[in-house]
């Protein structure tokens, strides 16, 4: 099985489905769900033994244990995701491009992890980029199409730059060889790294490149949003992590001056990490609309991936890795939640919504455990990588930003809790009292995904060793160390199963109190509620109005970058309308004029 | 105002060019003499006027885009003001002693049409001033009579045959000869006015087609909507 | 062993005989043009004497690799575009005829004058066949610019007689390399500005956005792609095979090249009205193109002439319908001067969702728009990658980063305008079948196939570009100045 064959298949039949939904639109739905497992099974299966080794002439892949990794996460997140499809096949105009781009940006993806060199992976990374720019408006909003393409591209065409200023210089494409060659200029390198980082930037959403992250995903078809979400922006995390080892950067930057142990260079990009997570964390805060809310977590969780990135210390890459993992299935998980809501209710706006809880019982209990898993507590996977993390920073000695990350984490909390408590806690709303649980479809995915993050919470010692593979085939001297049970950190070591244990005690303990407690008497809400006044404006009584109204207090004269790019697009606009105005009349006593400026000005510019 | 600054824009372009002509960079005497082009025709004329020579054998097929050139403008006309049909009514009433004028000067502004086409090839003129003259007599006409109507749709086969036997010609050229355009009759004498081979023919081609051409066109911006 | 000249010779026969049959003149051109399409196919290469004088004193018609695939691409577009036009062809067939000659003649000649002439034809039949949209001050505009250039172009080529002696393009080629740099280049700069009003270079080009603008099925692609892709291959065979420019005046020329790119690519961003993007995404190709024959990069100037010519072709020919069929309207067009107001439906707002009615044409406007917004699994992917690679391994940093800026506009509005056209609905809101746009259209079942057969030969190239990328290295190889000759394709090969 080679990837070449894989990802013509793909391809093929992405272009089957369309004409499948063409004829009957759950039937191509349900090929969707087929496909996607089939080749989630089959990376499964062959692990190593994936080959990279057949090729159509610039079109050469290469198997390495980074590429599996991603690929694996990436085919989790749509499997699951593809058993949505059958239910949104209804909500969508054009249901068969849905189904046909679904796949194509899949084929993208794996064609991005796998490419041997760059020339092959831009136009896979391009291939992804169009496939999802034309879902998007699908949803609620044209121009976050328009958005995402434009920061996209301003990202590939800085990548597509720097592959060909390498190759004028070194005269290769291969990924490895050209970012090898490239140690030896150190000015090369450097101009290098940072015109793909740009690229890795704007895919995670790092300040000042955030703001696609929450028009896109906030306005996507619901469906779409958590492969946006857990899927395709960690497309910019494989990037960085590519450029970022393979060049290295730590070496190439060895003589610059040195803060907290790392280069200058570097420790002004992490920085541009702890804004983001600052930022994502203050925005999400402040959101009513579920999606946004999560889309800006997944702001300040690119924040948390780049810094462990950067790091370029075995324990911060193997954080890294491990958080994108978690950090992918609990945001999947967690958007795939909003849209069985969504689903059931119409609605993704807490405002409109309460006391879910009642009437979607495991739809809560799936979202309660993506939370935990994002705010970094265990028993969940997010707590592993959150772990890993702080001690590489503190190892360091980094407690700037150290200190935003916690401070991040701490506000994750605040903004993953809103949901919970406004959506799924509180009041039923009246017209919402006949809303069922969500299908079965759409429980055994979002299932399957919590038991993924709870698993790798309690066992992660798979896991760890895979980065560890990871990491040597990286070119790392030192990989972290797991024993069985253990993950060895320099400053203390986690036993995760330890934890989970005594984290089960407690629960257990809870759960007992409560059998044996009496039990509390359910009385109607809403003849107790407003005591026999009338409600005016009965949604300023809503549990979520301005939840966290007096931290929001704090930062409510917050500058927006999006004013900043909006006014960049009008002034272009502005010197492209001037243009037309004065070149392109109607007139010809006009036209004339120019033509006659213009030889005066060429034959006197000839002349001197 | 806008016409002063035009008037100084055209005046400052021209200036710059005459200028850069005149101030000796154009090199107008770099070349011998005995290498521009114009040399070999004038030292090889294939009828006695030179220009004919030039104009009709050496660059013949400029002369079928020349010709190719008046006939769309003549179509454009046709298309634009095609629909047409009524003469536009002259604000004098006709003149007797001019439309009876006009029908004595007629045949003869024709005849020196015809001669110049004909003798194209040994006296200055040719096929577009013939032409030219004859469409200028149709005018005569139209202008000395408000009620005149030439046979359009005459001029119009007469053009498009004359157009035609003028490129079948030249195909004819490819089929005798080797090359489109080739001068397959015999050159004759210099002077004659049966020389040149094909020459006086094409002229004569030229010549009908121009005014027929010219009268169509004269025709078409007599009329007027109803 | 068919002369070429049949090419440019047979539609002016069979036009001159049309004035005399005027009931039959639309079989006589669909005759004339499919015999042009496939006399195409078996002619020649080589240099073909007019005559029977030879070079330098007689004209002398020149048929190599690079005006072979011009004319193969020429003669097959025009042949195509009367098919898919039917209806709106019987008033203009005899000018289509001679259209299609002027522009045969304009590929193949050797003569400077002969340029000139066939020049002139092709732009008169341009008048007359923009005329047929009744938008008449559009017309006395674009003549007007187009007769001023016209005298340029011909002053310049009087002055370069004047110089050299010869009007033969190859002597004169010979000339300018071995008799050293001129002086002064004044002739070249004016034969540059007659060039480039139609190749629409920017402060010459005030007429592109009346004449496209309102433009029809017939009008657009004539004028967006068939006669901008000749005007393109002539300005390359000119510049870069017979003039020999020195660097301060290819630095002059580049620079307005680089003007008209990025105000195309501007000025497309700033309008919302579906024929005014395309029009001036056409100016800012027209732009790339001169910029990458000024400066030596010929096969890969062929590769982007080529690749807007199958694009623009879809593009303005769906635009001509789209905008066009709605109901007649009840006001003049003096009417509309006086009150500065439009008639058809041009801006994309109106248009909002009109590919959920008629997918097929959505599916063939979206490849071609996305092959030209340089999108992979598309042709104009491969185009853009070559013109960096090109660039890169000759060392220039500058150029790259001014292609890659604009590109990035032109990505913008492309995808504004196809996103708009798919979904419709107001922003926050989602995309619904009750938002799509009233307004609909007819097209024949025949148009919509063949613009789909075409739009699927973008994505076949884009898949595999080599076929097209060897073509224009042959063609390119016959070019004088032509200094990059290696290029990325799918199979390894030059990369």
């Given at each position: 099985?080679t990837?070449?064959?894989i990802?013509?298949?793909?391809?093929?039949?992405s272009?089957?489905?369309?004409?499948i939904?063409k004829?009957?639109?759950?039937?191509?739905?349900?090929t969707t769900?087929v496909?996607?497992?089939?080749?989630l099974?089959?990376f499964?299966l062959?692990?190593?033994k994936?080959s990279g080794?057949?090729?159509?002439?610039?079109?050469?892949?290469?198997?390495?244990?980074?590429?599996?990794?991603?690929?694996?996460?990436?085919?989790?997140?749509?499997?699951m995701?593809?058993?949505f499809n059958?239910y949104?096949?209804k909500?969508?105009?054009h249901p068969g491009a849905y189904?046909?781009?679904?796949l194509?940006?899949?084929a993208?993806?794996i064609?991005?992890?796998?490419?041997?060199n760059f020339i092959v992976m831009?136009?896979?990374?391009e291939?992804v980029v169009w496939?999802?720019m034309?879902?998007?408006?699908?949803g609620k909003?044209?121009?976050?199409s328009?958005?995402?393409?434009?920061m996209s591209t301003f990202?590939?065409f800085?990548?597509?730059?720097?592959i060909?200023?390498?190759?004028?210089?070194?005269?290769?494409f291969?990924?490895?060889?050209?970012?090898?060659?490239a140690?030896?200029?150190?000015?090369i390198?450097?101009?290098?790294?940072?015109l793909m980082?740009?690229?890795g930037?704007?895919?995670?959403?790092?300040?000042?490149?955030?703001i696609?992250?929450?028009m896109?995903?906030?306005?996507?078809p619901?469906t779409?949003?958590?492969i946006?979400?857990g899927g395709?922006?960690?497309?910019?995390a494989?990037l960085?992590?590519l450029?970022?080892?393979?060049?290295?950067i730590?070496?190439v930057t060895?003589?610059?001056?040195?803060?907290f142990?790392?280069?200058?260079?570097?420790?002004?990009?992490?920085?541009?990490?702890?804004?983001s997570i600052?930022?994502?964390?203050l925005?999400a805060?402040?959101?009513?609309d579920?999606?946004k809310l999560?889309?800006?977590?997944s702001?300040?969780n690119?924040g948390?991936?780049?810094?462990?990135?950067?790091?370029?210390?075995?324990?911060?890459?193997?954080?890294?890795?491990?958080?994108i993992?978690?950090h992918a299935?609990?945001s999947?998980t967690a958007?795939l939640?909003?849209?069985a809501?969504s689903?059931?209710?119409?609605?993704?706006?807490m405002?409109e919504l309460?006391g879910?809880?009642h009437?979607?019982?495991?739809?809560y209990v799936?979202?309660l455990m993506?939370i935990?898993?994002m705010a970094?507590i265990?028993p969940m996977?997010?707590?592993i990588s959150?772990?890993?993390l702080?001690?590489?920073?503190a190892?360091?000695?980094?407690f700037f930003?150290a200190t935003?990350?916690f401070?991040?984490s701490?506000?994750?909390?605040?903004y993953v809790?809103?949901?919970?408590?406004v959506?799924?806690?509180?009041q039923?709303?009246?017209?919402?009292?006949?809303?069922?649980?969500?299908?079965?479809?759409?429980?055994i995915?979002?299932v399957?995904l919590?038991g993924?993050?709870?698993?790798?919470?309690?066992?992660p010692?798979s896991?760890?060793?895979y980065?560890a593979k990871i990491?040597?085939a990286?070119?790392?001297?030192?990989?972290i160390?797991?024993?069985?049970?253990v993950i060895?950190?320099?400053?203390?070591?986690l036993?995760a199963p330890?934890?989970?244990?005594?984290?089960a005690f407690?629960?257990?303990?809870?759960?007992?109190?409560?059998?044996?407690?009496?039990?509390s008497r359910k009385?109607?809400?809403?003849?107790t509620?407003t005591?026999?006044e009338f409600l005016y404006?009965?949604?300023?009584?809503?549990?979520?109005y301005?939840?966290?109204?007096?931290?929001?207090r704090?930062?409510?004269?917050?500058?927006?970058?999006?004013?900043?790019?909006?006014a960049l697009?009008?002034?272009v606009?502005?010197f492209?309308?001037f243009?037309r105005?004065?070149f392109f009349?109607?007139?010809?006593?006009?036209g004339?004029?120019?033509i006659?400026?213009?030889?005066i000005?060429?034959m006197?510019?000839?002349k001197? | 105002?806008?016409?002063?600054v035009?008037v100084?824009?055209?005046g400052?372009?021209l200036?710059l060019?005459?200028?850069n002509?005149?101030d000796?960079?154009?090199e107008?005497n770099?070349?011998?003499?005995?290498?521009?082009?114009?040399n070999?025709y004038a030292?090889?004329?294939?009828?006695?006027?030179?220009?004919?020579?030039v104009?009709?054998d050496?660059?013949s097929?400029?002369?079928?885009?020349e010709v190719?050139?008046?006939f769309v403008s003549?179509?454009?006309v046709?298309?634009?003001?095609?629909?047409?049909t009524t003469?536009?009514?002259f604000?004098?009433?006709?003149s007797f002693?001019l439309r009876?004028?006009?029908k004595v000067l007629?045949?003869?502004i024709?005849?020196?049409?015809?001669f110049?086409f004909?003798?194209g090839?040994?006296?200055p003129g040719g096929?577009?001033?013939?032409g030219?003259?004859i469409?200028?007599?149709m005018?005569f006409k139209?202008?000395?009579?408000s009620?005149y109507r030439?046979?359009?749709?005459a001029?119009?086969?007469?053009?498009g045959?004359?157009?035609?036997?003028?490129?079948?010609?030249?195909?004819?050229?490819?089929l005798?000869?080797?090359?489109?355009?080739q001068?397959?009759?015999d050159i004759g004498?210099?002077?004659?006015?049966?020389s040149?081979?094909?020459?006086?023919?094409?002229y004569?081609?030229?010549g009908?087609k121009?005014?027929?051409?010219?009268t169509?066109i004269?025709d078409h911006?007599?009329?007027?909507?109803? | 062993m068919?002369?070429?000249?049949?090419l440019?010779v047979l539609?002016?026969?069979?036009?001159f005989?049309s004035v005399?049959?005027k009931k039959?003149t639309?079989?006589?051109l669909l005759?004339?043009?499919?015999i042009n399409?496939?006399?195409?196919f078996?002619?020649?290469k080589?240099?073909?004497?007019?005559?029977?004088h030879?070079?330098?004193?007689g004209?002398?018609?020149?048929?190599d690799?690079?005006?072979?695939?011009?004319?193969?691409?020429?003669n097959?577009?025009f042949a195509l575009?009367?098919?898919?036009?039917?209806?709106?062809?019987?008033?203009?067939?005899?000018?289509?005829?001679i259209?299609?000659?002027?522009?045969?003649?304009l590929l193949?000649t050797?003569?400077l004058?002969?340029?000139?002439v066939?020049l002139e034809?092709s732009?008169?039949?341009?008048?007359?066949?923009?005329?047929?949209?009744k938008k008449?001050i559009?017309v006395?505009?674009?003549m007007?610019?187009?007769?001023v250039?016209?005298?340029?172009?011909?002053?310049g080529?009087i002055?370069?007689y004047?110089?050299?002696?010869?009007?033969?393009?190859?002597k004169?080629?010979?000339?300018?390399?071995?008799?050293g740099?001129?002086?002064t280049?004044?002739?070249i700069?004016?034969?540059?500005?007659?060039?480039?009003?139609e190749t629409?270079?920017l402060?010459?080009?005030?007429?592109v956005?009346?004449v496209?603008?309102?433009?029809d099925?017939?009008?657009?692609p004539?004028?967006?792609?068939?006669?901008?892709?000749?005007m393109?291959?002539?300005?390359?065979r000119?510049?870069?095979?017979v003039f020999?420019l020195?660097?301060q005046?290819?630095i002059?020329?580049?620079v307005i090249?680089?003007?008209?790119l990025i105000?195309?690519?501007v000025?497309?961003?700033?309008?919302m009205k579906?024929?005014e993007?395309?029009?001036y995404s056409?100016v800012?190709?027209s732009?790339?193109?001169v910029?990458l024959?000024?400066n030596?990069?010929?096969?890969?100037?062929?590769?982007?002439?080529f690749?807007?010519v199958?694009?623009?072709?879809i593009l303005f020919?769906?635009?001509?319908?789209?905008?066009?069929?709605?109901k007649?309207?009840?006001h003049?067009?003096y009417e509309?001067i006086?009150n500065?107001?439009v008639d058809?439906?041009?801006?994309i707002?109106?248009l909002?969702g009109?590919?959920?009615?008629?997918?097929?044409?959505?599916v063939?406007?979206s490849?071609?728009?996305?092959?030209?917004?340089?999108?992979?699994?598309?042709?104009?992917?491969?185009?853009?990658i070559?013109?960096l690679?090109?660039?890169?391994?000759?060392?220039d940093?500058?150029l790259p980063a001014?292609?890659?800026?604009?590109?990035l506009?032109?990505g913008?509005?492309?995808?504004?305008m196809?996103?708009v056209?798919?979904?419709?609905?107001?922003?926050g809101?989602?995309?619904t079948?009750e938002?799509v746009?009233?307004l609909?259209?007819e097209?024949d079942?025949?148009?919509?196939m063949?613009?789909l057969?075409i739009?699927?030969?973008?994505?076949a190239?884009?898949?595999?570009p080599?076929?097209?990328i060897d073509?224009?290295?042959?063609?390119g190889?016959d070019?004088e100045y032509?200094i990059?000759t290696e290029?990325v394709e799918?199979?390894?090969?030059?990369e």
């Open positions: 099985m990837i070449l064959t990802i013509i298949a793909l391809i093929v039949l272009f089957a489905t369309y004409y939904t004829i009957n639109n759950q039937v191509g739905a349900y769900v496909v996607t497992l089939a080749a099974v089959i499964l062959e692990g190593d994936l080794a057949s090729s159509i002439g610039i079109l050469r892949f290469s198997v390495t244990p980074l590429a599996w990794f991603f690929s694996i996460i990436m085919l989790i997140v749509y499997s995701v593809a058993f059958p949104w096949m909500k969508i105009l189904n046909m781009l679904f194509l940006s899949l993208g993806t064609g991005v992890f796998f490419a041997e831009f136009i896979f990374w291939i496939a999802s034309f879902i998007i408006p699908f909003s044209r121009t976050a328009v958005v995402y393409y434009a990202g590939s800085t990548f597509l730059y720097a060909f200023m390498l190759y004028a210089n070194y005269g290769t291969v990924i490895k060889d050209s970012l090898e060659a140690k030896g200029d150190a000015n390198a450097i101009a290098a790294f940072i980082l740009l690229a930037f704007i895919k995670l959403g790092i300040f000042p490149f955030h696609w992250l929450p896109a995903h906030g306005n996507a619901d779409f949003s958590p946006l979400s395709l922006v960690k497309l910019g494989f960085t992590i450029i970022t080892t393979l060049l290295p730590h070496e060895k003589d610059q001056a040195y803060i142990g790392v280069p200058i260079l570097i420790y002004v990009l992490m920085i541009f990490g702890a804004i600052v930022v994502g964390t925005m805060i402040k959101q009513d579920a999606k999560l889309a800006y977590s702001v300040a690119g948390y991936i780049l810094i462990g990135i950067l790091l370029y210390d075995e324990m911060a890459l193997s954080g890294a890795l491990i958080h993992f978690g299935i609990a999947a958007f939640t909003i849209a809501v689903y059931r209710t119409g609605t993704t706006k405002s309460g879910m809880i009437k979607m019982p495991i739809t799936v979202y993506a935990i898993s970094g265990p996977t997010g707590f959150k772990w890993l702080f001690q590489a920073l190892d360091q000695g980094m930003i935003t990350m401070f991040g701490i506000g994750s909390f605040l809790f809103r949901p919970l408590s959506l799924f806690l509180g039923l709303k009246p017209e919402h009292k006949t809303v069922k649980e969500a299908p079965i479809g759409m429980l995915p979002m399957i919590s993924i993050t709870l698993f790798y919470g309690v066992l010692n896991l760890v060793e980065t990491e040597s990286l070119g790392f001297d030192k990989v160390e797991t024993s069985a049970l060895q950190g320099n400053n203390g070591d036993h330890l934890i989970t244990g005594i984290f407690g629960f257990i303990i809870a759960l007992i109190i409560f059998l044996i407690a009496p039990k009385v109607g809400l809403m003849d509620y005591a026999g404006t009965p949604s300023l009584y809503h549990a979520g301005a939840y966290y109204a007096p931290f929001e704090l930062y409510q004269k917050h500058p927006n970058i999006v004013a900043l790019f909006a697009v009008q002034k606009k502005d492209g309308k243009i105005f004065v009349s109607r007139w010809p006593g006009r004339v004029m120019f006659i400026l213009t030889m000005l060429l006197w510019g000839e001197l | 105002m806008k016409k002063l035009a100084l824009l055209v400052l372009m200036l060019l005459f200028i002509m005149f000796g960079s154009l107008f770099k070349m011998d003499l005995a290498d521009v082009d114009g070999y030292k090889n004329p294939i009828v006695s006027n030179m220009v004919t020579s104009v009709v050496y660059r097929f400029d002369t079928l885009g190719t050139v008046l003549s179509l454009g046709a298309f634009m003001l095609g629909g047409l003469r536009i009514k604000k004098h009433d006709d002693f009876i004028g006009v007629f045949p003869i024709v005849i020196v049409g015809v110049m004909v003798h090839h040994l006296t096929g577009f001033p013939g030219a003259l469409g200028g007599a005018l139209y202008i000395s009579d009620k030439a046979k359009i749709s001029f119009k086969v007469l053009e045959t004359m157009g035609s036997i003028y490129v079948l010609l030249g195909i004819v050229g490819i005798v000869g080797n090359y489109f355009l001068n397959i009759l004498e210099l002077g004659n006015l049966i040149g081979g094909l020459i006086p023919i094409i004569v081609l030229i009908l121009v005014g027929s051409e010219l169509g004269f911006f007599m009329n007027e909507e109803v | 068919i002369r070429p000249v049949l440019v539609p002016l026969l069979i036009a005989l005399m049959f039959q639309k079989p006589l005759i004339a043009v499919l399409a496939v006399v195409v078996v002619i020649d080589g240099e073909y004497i007019i005559g029977n030879m070079q330098p004193y004209i002398v018609l020149n048929v690799n690079y005006s072979l695939y011009a004319l193969i691409v020429l097959v577009l575009l009367v098919l898919l036009n039917l209806a709106k062809i019987t008033k203009i067939a005899s000018i289509l005829m259209a299609l000659g002027g522009l045969n003649g193949m050797g003569d004058f002969n340029l000139f066939f034809i732009a008169i039949a341009a008048f007359m066949i923009v005329a047929t949209n008449l559009h006395f505009n674009y007007i610019i187009g007769i250039g016209s005298v340029m172009y011909l002053f080529v002055l370069l004047s110089q050299y002696g010869t009007l033969n393009m190859n004169m080629a010979e000339l300018m390399t071995t008799t740099t001129p002086a280049y004044i002739p700069i004016m034969i540059f500005g007659g060039l480039a009003v629409k270079l402060p010459f080009n005030g007429w956005k009346g496209l603008g309102n433009s099925s017939l009008v657009g004539m004028i967006g792609s068939i006669y901008s892709g000749v393109l291959i002539v300005f390359g000119l510049f870069t095979d020999v020195n660097d005046v290819r002059l020329l580049s090249a680089i003007v008209t105000a195309g690519e000025s497309a961003f700033s309008t579906l024929r993007i395309l029009l056409s800012a190709q732009g790339l193109a910029l024959f000024l030596g990069y010929g096969s890969i100037a062929v590769l982007v002439v690749a807007n199958l694009a623009k072709f020919m769906l635009a001509g319908v789209m905008t066009n069929s709605h007649k309207s009840e003049t067009e509309h006086l500065n107001t058809n439906h041009d801006d707002s109106t909002a009109i590919f959920v009615k008629n997918p097929l044409n959505g063939a406007f490849v071609a728009s996305l092959s030209l917004a340089s999108l992979p699994l598309f042709f104009g992917f491969f185009v853009k070559n013109v690679y090109s660039m890169f391994l000759r060392g940093y500058v001014i292609i890659l800026a604009t590109s506009v032109e913008a509005y492309i995808i504004r196809l996103v056209l798919w979904n419709p609905g107001k922003e809101e989602k995309a079948k938002a746009t009233s609909n259209y097209i079942q025949l148009v919509c063949v613009l057969l739009s699927l030969s973008l994505v190239l884009g898949i595999s080599d076929l097209a073509r224009a290295d042959e063609a190889a070019l032509n990059s290029y799918l199979e390894g090969g030059k």
